[in-house]
């Protein structure tokens, strides 16, 4: 699947649910006048992610590798860009996993290494600690169970 389609500014009137829909499945819409790209229309996961990736790496928090996150220091930030920036910036600096991270996020595993993989951000696969393991299982069980 392309996931950037180009549509010209008169599709956006004309089409506005189909490429809500698009954009929902994971494309990015640019849309163009004259040839000339204008504006680009995007899922709001996709932002909050991306615009988290650019906060970790504008603002260098230090956080500790071995501290984890735990869901009420998630819970506790009320808007939903702070949460994306604090499970990113724990991801990032190596202090959860993917599947620690989707779980903070209420995604699946798959779905966020997809989202990650589509806007090209780093994705580690493979848990680094003996303790990301057993999250990872866990989180695993639970999704097998969910999808029973």
């Given at each position: 699947m392309e996931y950037i389609?180009?549509?010209?500014?008169t599709d956006l009137a004309r089409k506005t649910r189909q490429i809500i829909q698009a954009v929902q499945r994971g494309q990015t819409v640019v849309i163009e006048h004259h040839g000339q790209p204008e504006?680009?229309?995007?899922?709001?996961?996709?932002y909050y992610?991306?615009?988290a990736v650019l906060h970790?790496?504008?603002h260098s928090p230090q956080i500790d590798?071995?501290?984890?996150?735990?869901?009420?220091a998630v819970t506790a930030l009320e808007s939903l860009p702070e949460r994306f920036n604090?499970?990113?910036a724990h991801y990032l600096a190596g202090s959860i996993s993917?599947?620690?991270a989707a779980d903070l996020l209420n995604l699946t595993w798959l779905e966020l290494r997809t989202r990650f993989l589509r806007l090209d951000i780093p994705a580690r696969t493979a848990?680094?600690?003996?303790?990301?393991?057993?999250?990872?299982?866990e989180n695993a069980a639970a999704f097998a169970i969910q999808s029973q």
């Open positions: 389609r180009h549509i010209p500014k504006a680009a229309i995007m899922d709001i996961m996709d992610l991306l615009r970790y790496h504008g590798a071995d501290a984890g996150l735990s869901e009420n604090l499970i990113i993917l599947s620690r848990p680094g600690r003996p303790d990301e393991i057993a999250v990872d299982l």
